[in-house]
């Protein structure tokens, strides 16, 4: 390793240090009680829950998965997600938020999202709680291999070392802090994460701005490859066998630029209906200490993603103009943040910003294992199967369910050829039409009944499958983001279902008529 790796390595070192010590320094409070370690006890700060929520929301996915897609493919496809995500981030934050946390702690005050679920609808037999738990099992198993594939990426790429040995070691470490500091470890280190992330990204953006000759330059640069710089047309890189092809200049070769149809911004923007289902940002809500403080919290959130991902854009879109032949691959286009902040930085403060895609990572990781942990713990072992188990065996089992979708994750992300973009927008595409509909239904509609809950989450869950695997690949019409036909599908099920069957209880619905009445003041 040359001199140059050793200070890079120092300066992330530095930075997993500070991780520790947040975890060392809230280990004894996760152990007091099982509350405690996954939703730490309600009582999060307004700065701690907005950037924690989208800190841990965000990962590694937006430092080289929506980085990557800019440098691929152009403007558009990066844009248009970008923009359905920060509708989404407002939307969620707005509708969402302050009821949640309000309706979690008078449904006998849930702690995990299958927990508010099963208890807003007063079942006895916990289905509801049982498939909610599963679907999110399944889920976060595939969004925390992504994160352990960035972590991969980054650490191979940086010290030329084997993928899945540093793949491996980054997800060790993950599992360490999270095992021994729980959910306020995670919230407080999601905090540092989210203000190490949007600083690399500001760095990086002002400083690839000069190198490249300011933004009338990058305007230039960009519009001459066809549909790279355009709203409604997409760039369309002459691959072989998945690798881009060099003309006999050696730059790259595109051919006729695609077009991005109405029906394909509609398919792009539908990433934003994913938050109103997407646990490790609804956890967050919960977890406030008080309900009022949301409307703080929706403010900062909401500034950190337009910022976040306004910046990300950018720099794909520039990395494509400085290093137009580097990255090859559309899995090799995830690295062109590392590419840049290499060769514009001295190597300790390249580290530092090389940080910001460590803290992205571990910022969701730590989220999606904490969440899955407990959705087996809480809701599958304590709530069916061992119902009289202590609070420390809870404790103990969370822990172990941990380590055991850990693996799980790792096994899925031993192929470093893995598109990060990918593997997120299906994971994120699950927990959206599982979880998204029931969720504003749950929060809007007295109507809605136990057995509308199980369908919505049944056919939105189930349909993304069967969209992605079979349907999608028709092709035409039928190539819409599976998320947009598996969360309409989902909402049509629960309205449907729901008028067909008996209305709900009168203590459902005077639970519910109590929780609209409090205008959040609990």
Not at 160 to 179: P, R
Not at 351 to 379: E, Q
Request: glycine share 10%; hydrophobic share 55%.
């Amino acid at each position: 390793m040359d001199g140059a790796n050793v200070q890079i390595l120092v300066a992330m070192i530095l930075y997993i240090a500070a991780v520790i010590v947040i975890g060392l320094y809230y280990a004894r409070r996760a152990s007091e009680s099982s509350s405690n370690f996954l939703i730490g006890g309600r009582s999060l700060n307004p700065w701690v829950t907005a950037l924690g929520a989208e800190a841990s929301d965000m990962s590694g996915w937006l430092l080289m998965g929506l980085l990557g897609v800019a440098y691929w493919f152009g403007l558009s496809d990066a844009i248009w997600t970008a923009i359905g995500l920060a509708i989404g981030t407002y939307l969620n934050w707005l509708l969402v938020a302050q009821r949640l946390r309000v309706y979690s702690h008078v449904a006998g005050d849930a702690i995990t999202i299958p927990d508010f679920f099963s208890n807003r609808f007063k079942e006895d037999k916990k289905i509801i709680m049982t498939i909610a738990a599963l679907f999110i099992l399944v889920f976060f198993s595939v969004y925390a291999a992504s994160c352990f594939v960035t972590m991969g990426k980054l650490f191979s790429t940086l010290f030329n070392t084997e993928y899945l040995y540093v793949m491996i070691a980054g997800a060790l470490f993950v599992i360490f802090y999270t095992f021994i500091g729980g959910f306020l470890a995670e919230s407080a280190s999601d905090f540092m994460q989210g203000i190490i992330m949007i600083f690399a990204l500001t760095v990086v953006v002002i400083t690839g701005t000069i190198h490249v000759g300011g933004i009338s330059a990058i305007v230039e640069n960009a519009k001459a490859i066809p549909g790279f710089f355009d709203f409604f047309g997409i760039a369309q890189p002459t691959v072989v066998d998945g690798v881009q092809q060099l003309g006999s200049d050696g730059k790259p070769l595109f051919g006729e630029a695609g077009k991005y149809g109405f029906l394909t911004i509609i398919s792009t923007l539908s990433w934003g209906l994913g938050y109103f289902g997407m646990p490790q940002v609804l956890l967050k809500f919960m977890a406030i200490r008080k309900p009022l403080e949301l409307k703080l919290s929706r403010r900062i959130a909401v500034i950190w993603v337009v910022i976040s991902l306004g910046a990300a854009v950018f720099i794909g879109i520039t990395g494509r103009l400085l290093y137009p032949d580097a990255l090859l691959t559309q899995s090799a286009a995830e690295k062109i943040f590392i590419l840049m902040s290499t060769n514009f930085f001295v190597p300790f403060i390249a580290g530092i910003v090389m940080a910001g895609i460590l803290a992205a990572t571990i910022s969701s990781s730590d989220s999606y294992l904490l969440i899955a942990a407990s959705a087996f713990s809480k809701n599958i072992y304590h709530g069916i199967f061992k119902k009289d188990a202590s609070d420390r065996t809870v404790l103990i089992v969370s822990r172990i369910t941990l380590v055991v979708i850990a693996i799980i994750a790792m096994i899925i992300a031993s192929d470093e050829n893995s598109v990060i973009f990918t593997i997120v927008s299906f994971a994120w595409a699950g927990f959206g039409a599982t979880f998204g509909p029931l969720m504003l239904f749950s929060l809007y509609w007295k109507r809605v009944t136990r057995s509308g809950a199980i369908a919505g989450m049944v056919v939105g869950g189930g349909m993304v499958f069967i969209w992605k695997l079979f349907i999608k690949p028709l092709g035409g019409v039928f190539g819409i983001y599976e998320l947009f036909p598996a969360f309409v599908l989902s909402c049509l099920a629960i309205v449907i279902v729901s008028l067909l069957s008996e209305e709900p209880s009168p203590e459902v619905q005077a639970e519910f008529d109590f929780v609209m009445s409090t205008n959040g003041r609990i």
